[in-house]
């Protein structure tokens, strides 16, 4: 007999998710997690997008800490002296709720508290150390020697999954699998913030943008959400780049983008409160491992079930999502009386037929758009220059658009093959 | 073994409120006061070698709970919640009073274990306090203390240097936060105490008069908290070789002496 039907490693939004759900179906769970208390060592700039957490707390957006809700959606390029934008504001967002920021210090206290009340054991403060194995199979969990045992066991450690890799049930991530998130968190009063921003009370923006100005050939996004009385702003950098490039270092990349001349003014007067950095899931359904095998599954981050193209994060919906998907399929082998990998590929079933595979799947080429060359060196250069060129009075007559755009290509450090190949890769993409 | 603890906000989750100048707590978390944390290390250190039992004491709010578990996952093996309305506001001495109740109701103890002071108010009283309300014994400022032959030998650790006690137990030790290394909390032992659980222990189950409880208990009037103002320094850069120059003016304004004068 083992002690626990299921073992969760990790109180993040894969975790906890897949707890509550575990611990409401009757199932006796043990849910380890190695901050204390949960989400003190979390970064996320913070955006919980879809509705994902209603499957197990119906009432979440009464009841969960969240910030603001998106209404307004901005998408930017940066150049050295230009910010060239589209900002999409709408009643619509106002009337569909599709985002909304979060603080994941408070958020991922609050799921983890609600996995406990749905009758989950919880320990914080505690490292797991590895899977316990019999006969290959997973029995369990290791801490210092103690084994603790599990019908199965929900790997939900997140983007750094020592756990899985060290267990042998994943291959290590590399640079092709993560990027570089940087984020701080900057105090300043809510009606600054809605002033700034054109927000009335609870209604939050959303931004992301391309750091076009960045030399030596790192690619790297921006974003910028706003919470009730701070402000998340961070990067997503390149891995790759960063390695290749010596003499770039993150924080000054995070240092140009919050000191351009467009990006400062919103954040003037506050004051940095917190900074971290962690890796983030680049997507692509090349970095997704065996999801599942005798007597273990795995969620989240920890399966790179992630996206970001160094424009969009999302994670926290992937993670949710999986974790619930985790915890069905572990109450179905309940049932059944087994936890073979047999029965737990049913956990890879429901991930194929609900949207994050097939998300997955797809983003495997659009992430070679998002981090293209043409998307973060030519695209902003070649739009500064056809917009200043057409709203610049010369005394001349006004150029033919054709003729502003065909020059601003020759100035933009790509040839023109080498755009058009690009270009015709990315129409084929989307 | 009894160790004393107290949960603290974590100083290093205090911040202070950009438009009101407070101190703002609420976004610290909850943890072991740091010595506390060495003297749970010490007992567990003679329970390693010598074997017995270890309670844990702690008077606070309910959510103190999670650092007496914290000390359970340790190897501390019953937790008391000291907890009620009533002992709120407790200065040192009915925090004292009301702590050394606790201990006698758990009755045989031999060591009492209590940080040296805590990281919040710093007074220090509270462990000698417990001591002289139970009339045993102190060593404090300890940073090394084992059993000999029934007897506690205890290293306290003072300005002029290390002064070896030996003691025959029952005896009240306060730890230096420099003691020891304290460990972490082990998974197995955590789930332990959460089956187990901690006690709460109220009003009622003290038996004390109300009147020597909480506020009504406390002789201690806090007259006002003010942020002493900094006092500015005066500064101005000069080169090495102007240095002579300098000590000329320091010892004229009587900041410094030279050893002539004294
Ligand atoms: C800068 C940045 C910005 C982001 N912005 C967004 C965004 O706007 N929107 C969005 O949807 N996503 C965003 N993401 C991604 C998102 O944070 C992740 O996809 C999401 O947190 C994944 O959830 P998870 O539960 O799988 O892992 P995590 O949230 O990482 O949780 C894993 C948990 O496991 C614990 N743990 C790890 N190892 C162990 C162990 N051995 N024993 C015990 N506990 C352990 C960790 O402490 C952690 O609490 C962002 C990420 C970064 C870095
Ligand atoms: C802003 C502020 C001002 C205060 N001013 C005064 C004042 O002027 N005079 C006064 O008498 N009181 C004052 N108090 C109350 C005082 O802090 C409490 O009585 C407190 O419980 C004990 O004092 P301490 O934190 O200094 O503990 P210390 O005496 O420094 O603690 C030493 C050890 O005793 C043990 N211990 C202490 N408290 C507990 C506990 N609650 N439960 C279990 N073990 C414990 C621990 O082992 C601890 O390491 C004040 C409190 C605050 C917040």
Redesign the interface.
């Known amino acids: 007999m083992s002690?626990f039907d299921a073992i969760v490693v990790g109180a993040g939004p894969a975790g906890s998710s897949s707890a509550i759900k575990l611990a409401s179906s009757g199932l006796s769970v043990?849910l380890?997690e190695r901050a204390?208390?949960p989400g003190?060592k979390n970064v996320s700039g913070g955006i919980l997008w879809g509705n994902e957490l209603a499957k197990v707390i119906p009432d979440w957006e009464k009841n969960a800490p969240l910030e603001r809700f998106v209404v307004s959606k901005g998408t930017g390029l940066l150049t050295d002296d230009s910010l060239i934008s589209i900002d999409f504001r709408s009643k619509k967002l106002e009337n569909n709720k599709t985002g909304y920021s979060v603080l994941r210090?408070k958020f991922d206290q609050f799921l983890a508290n609600k996995a406990k009340a749905s009758g989950a054991?919880l320990?914080t403060?505690?490292t797991?150390d590895k899977v316990a194995f019999k006969d290959r199979k997973v029995i369990g969990?290791e801490?210092?020697g103690?084994v603790?045992s599990s019908d199965v066991v929900i790997l939900a450690e997140g983007a750094n999954p020592r756990v899985a890799i060290d267990s042998g049930l994943r291959e290590p991530i590399g640079d092709r699998d993560v990027a570089i998130g940087i984020k701080e968190v900057i105090?300043l009063?809510e009606t600054t913030i809605n002033e700034r921003f054109n927000l009335r009370g609870s209604q939050g923006y959303a931004g992301e943008y391309v750091l076009g100005f960045l030399k030596d050939g790192v690619k790297a996004g921006g974003f910028l959400y706003t919470n009730k009385e701070t402000i998340s702003i961070g990067a997503v950098i390149n891995a790759a780049d960063l390695r290749a490039n010596n003499s770039t270092y993150s924080y000054n990349i995070m240092e140009q983008f919050v000191t351009h001349p467009f990006i400062a003014p919103y954040l003037e007067g506050g004051?940095v409160?917190e900074y971290s950095a962690h890796l983030v899931c680049e997507g692509g359904i090349k970095s997704v491992p065996r999801l599942s095998g005798d007597g273990y599954m795995i969620a989240g981050d920890s399966a790179s079930l992630g996206f970001s193209n160094g424009l969009v994060i999302q994670g926290m919906n992937y993670a949710i999502t999986s974790g619930i998907a985790a915890a069905e399929a572990a109450i179905e082998a309940k049932t059944k009386g087994n936890f073979s990998a047999a029965s737990l590929h049913s956990y890879d079933e429901k991930l194929a037929l609900n949207y994050v595979l097939e998300d997955m799947k797809n983003f495997k080429g659009i992430e070679g758009v998002t981090w293209s060359s043409l998307m973060h060196k030519a695209v902003p250069r070649i739009a500064e220059k056809v917009f200043f060129d057409m709203f610049y009075e010369t005394g001349e007559p006004k150029r033919h658009l054709s003729e502003i755009l065909l020059e601003s290509i020759a100035g933009s450090g790509m040839s023109k093959s080498q755009l058009i190949l690009e270009a015709y890769r990315a129409a084929r993409r989307m | 073994m009894i160790i004393l603890m107290k949960q603290v906000p974590d100083a290093e989750e205090i911040f202070i409120d950009p438009v009101k100048f407070t101190l703002n707590r609420s976004q610290a978390r909850g943890i072991i006061n740091p010595s506390d944390e060495n003297a749970l290390e010490a007992a567990l250190k003679i329970k390693d070698s010598e074997g017995g039992e270890i309670t844990v004491i702690s008077m606070g709010p309910p959510q103190a709970e999670n650092a007496i578990l914290e000390c359970m996952g340790r190897g501390a093996d019953r937790g008391i919640l000291i907890t009620d309305r009533v002992f709120a506001a407790a200065d040192t001495y009915a925090t004292s009073l009301t702590i050394a109740a606790a201990v006698k109701k758990v009755g045989d103890f031999d060591i009492i274990f209590a940080g040296e002071s805590t990281t919040d108010s710093g007074t220090g009283h509270v462990g000698p306090g417990v001591a002289e309300f139970l009339g045993i014994d102190q060593v404090t400022y300890t940073v090394s203390s084992r059993i000999e032959a029934g007897m506690l030998i205890a290293e306290r650790e003072l300005e002029d240097g290390i002064e070896v006690v030996s003691t025959k137990p029952p005896v009240l030790v306060t730890v230096l936060i420099n003691a020891n290394l304290p460990r972490r909390s082990r998974l197995r032992l955590k789930i332990d105490a959460i089956k187990k659980g901690v006690e709460k222990w109220d009003h009622d189950s003290l038996n004390l008069p109300p009147e020597w409880v909480g506020i009504k208990g406390s002789p201690t009037l806090v007259g006002a908290l003010k942020i002493p103002e900094e006092r500015k320094r005066e500064s101005r850069p000069i080169k090495l070789d102007e240095i002579p120059v300098l000590v000329q003016d320091l010892v004229k304004k009587g900041i410094i002496r030279t050893g002539d004068e004294a």
């Open positions: 002690e043990l380890v204390d208390p003190s210090a054991t320990v403060g505690v797991v969990v801490q210092e103690d603790i105090r009063p004051k409160e």
